[in-house]
């Protein structure tokens, strides 16, 4: 990666000062003092509205709603290198509000070809999850909690040609906070990046 990278931090999360919130913070201070260029998004602070399902934007390449926030998610993830996700883990699987905006956007993600296997519109870029949830470690990964949500994110992301270069994990967040160490290694994966 270049000096000029773009990077997107989508924050999924709603609490302004959670963990989760905490070690995208980290994530973007040293994209930052790297020189990155870094666009920074609480996805809570957005108007989207849901998708109604009626598959016209399959068509026609463009969401039939009125246009709501959800337009320039898509433009600051098209133009972005790297796109980082920051989720807590709401049930093995990411929080609605979230899962909203990548139903609204798909039509930007991939292309579908009939009754072929859809097209991915976003080949080149590179993706980094993080989740965290209140399930204690082991249990996080073996019950597929934070697992379910690292999942549910490549699973968003599997068809559109996106590279995942990394995820991290962080269980048991209902007795203990990210540690320094917890912030190290997020800002150690923004540094491999630039590799």
Known sequence: M??????????????????????????????????????????????????????????????????????EILKAI???DVIVIGSPCYWGNIPGELKIVFDRIVYGIMKTNGNKLPKPLLKGKKAVFISTCSTSFPFNILLRQSRGTIHALKEI???????????????????????????????????????
């Not at 989508?10 to 020189?35: F, H, Q, T, V, Y």
Request: charged share 30%.
């Open 2 to 71: 270049t000096e000029r990278t773009n990077i997107l931090i989508l924050n999924g999360s709603p609490r302004e000062n959670g963990n989760i919130s905490r070690l995208l913070k980290s994530m973007k201070d040293e994209a930052d003092a790297m020189g990155f260029h870094v666009i920074y998004i609480r996805v809570s602070a957005l108007n989207v509205k849901p998708c109604t399902g009626c598959m016209q934007c399959r068509k026609d390449g463009v969401c039939c709603l009125p246009k709501d926030d959800s337009a």
């Open 78 to 80: 098209r133009e972005s």
């Open 157 to 195: 992301f599997r068809w559109s040609g996106i590279q995942i270069a990394a995820t991290f994990e962080k269980g048991g967040t209902k007795q203990h906070d990210v540690s320094e160490k917890d912030l190290a290694r997020c800002r150690e994966i923004i540094r491999r990046l630039s590799r």
